[in-house]
């Protein structure tokens, strides 16, 4: 059971991590800008730790690259765990449901402000919360793909029977 969540995390959180990087590298090459998302990206996140040693468009988009990835691949742990869990507790689906939302909105409105970050203002929050939105449409569809139970365990959750 644990290597299925495993599995099922990180598949989810590949694909999921894999449609962003699809995504913004459409919208950049729509504005004539490959990989200007991801060294953006790169840039704020090497920042955090301090002044970049190496501002070189491979090492920026590299390192942002690692961390979306290991991102994702935690968010589609989270999801997978959750899935599982919901094989013997279905309304646990109904608080995860509320729980998503919630995250969605406060990443929305955390994408609105960095808008006026001067690290990342060259994004715009639309493009980064249709990427998200992107991701989790992709993570989701493979989750109910791969259990079909989901369906019925949702629908128990969201009648409220317990």
Not at 37 to 45: D, I, Q, R, Y
Not at 64 to 79: N, P, S
Request: proline content about 4%.
């Amino acid at each position: 059971m644990r290597r299925k969540i495993v599995r099922d995390g990180v598949i989810a959180g590949i694909l999921g991590a894999t449609a962003v990087a699809v995504w913004f590298l459409g919208v950049d090459v729509i504005y004539a800008h490959a990989f200007r998302t991801p060294t953006a990206l790169g840039k704020g996140l090497l920042r955090l730790f301090g002044p970049p040693t190496d501002d070189s468009v491979f090492m920026l988009v590299a390192a942002y690259t690692v961390f979306h990835y290991v991102a994702f691949i935690a968010a589609g742990l989270l999801v997978s765990v959750i899935v599982h869990w919901a094989q013997t507790q279905p309304t646990v689906l109904a608080g995860a449901l509320m729980l998503f939302v919630a995250f969605e909105i406060g990443f929305y409105g955390l994408s609105s402000a960095l808008e006026e970050s001067p690290f990342l203002g060259a994004l715009g929050w639309a493009q980064v919360a249709t990427g998200n939105l992107i991701a989790a449409l992709v993570m989701g569809t493979y989750m109910w793909r791969t259990h079909p139970e989901l369906k019925s365990e949702l629908d128990y959750a969201l009648a409220g029977k317990e």
